[in-house]
């Protein structure tokens, strides 16, 4: 079963506009760890921004916000201000089990981000 | 500088041949991960090694093999019972900090002729 689902194959936003990439998830361990993660034309996996099952705030770091929907099982990215260099395939990813533990982690198939200038 | 190095970058392979992905870290993590990436979709697991010597099979490792002999190295090969490798190989490690991500390396696109 498919665990990472992303339903937005792609997605165009103006630059200096805020963008919201969807990600819902399928888990019954109650923890676990979701992570976003930026893919360029280049194909490096660029780290964007984590949110841990218990955590008690909505994860952001700088331009990146998590919108955290823990009852509906959703991980939705917020890009603000989108920028030219946002332009990028965007994965979400999850870990289930403690995060303590090196344990696998399963991504969804992505959103093609465009940004126009 | 500390990260991870794959080589090569594009690798042409022949049908029936085996081939050899490398990857190396400096980043002293001990769990390390390889995927396989085919055009427009997300990544899919092949095998992953929490500790040397030890490695286990992931979504998609029929046709590959691995071996953990240091920390620092984690190769793949793809072998000719691989019935369609022409893909893109991403090698990954998990590190300690406190969200445990993945970081990864540059990759290797890999072409069989």
């Known amino acids: 079963a498919q665990k990472i689902t992303q339903t937005q194959p792609g997605m165009f936003v103006q630059e200096k506009e805020a963008v919201t990439l969807d990600c819902t998830y399928d888990?019954?361990?109650?923890?676990?760890?979701l992570f976003w993660y930026k893919q360029p034309s280049s194909g490096e996996m660029i780290f964007l921004i984590y949110?841990?099952?218990?955590?008690?705030q909505n994860a952001t770091e700088g331009r990146y916000s998590l919108n955290f929907q823990k009852a509906r099982k959703s991980a939705n990215l917020v890009i603000s201000a989108s920028q030219l260099g946002d332009s990028a395939m965007y994965f979400c990813?999850?870990?289930?089990?403690?995060?303590?533990?090196?344990?696998?982690?399963?991504f969804g198939a992505g959103t093609r981000l465009t940004v126009k200038p | 500088d500390g990260g991870i190095t794959q080589s090569p970058k594009y690798l042409f392979r022949k049908e029936g041949q085996n081939v050899t992905l490398s990857c190396e870290q400096n980043l002293n993590h001990d769990a390390m991960y390889w995927y396989r990436q085919d055009p427009g979709q997300g990544l899919r697991l092949i095998y992953y090694?929490?500790?040397?010597?030890?490695?286990q099979k992931g979504d998609i490792a029929e046709g590959y093999s691995v071996s953990r002999e240091k920390k620092e190295s984690f190769p793949l090969t793809v072998t000719s019972a691989q019935k369609n490798p022409t893909a893109f190989y991403l090698c990954?490690?998990?590190?300690?900090?406190?969200?445990?991500?993945?970081?990864f390396g540059p990759g290797t696109r890999l072409t069989v002729l």
């Open positions: 990954a490690t998990g590190g300690t900090r406190k969200n445990n991500e993945q970081f």
């Open positions: 090694s929490q500790i040397v010597n030890d490695f």
């Open positions: 949110q841990g099952s218990y955590d008690q």
């Open positions: 888990t019954s361990d109650p923890s676990y760890g």
């Open positions: 990813a999850m870990r289930e089990g403690r995060i303590r533990i090196n344990n696998d982690m399963r």
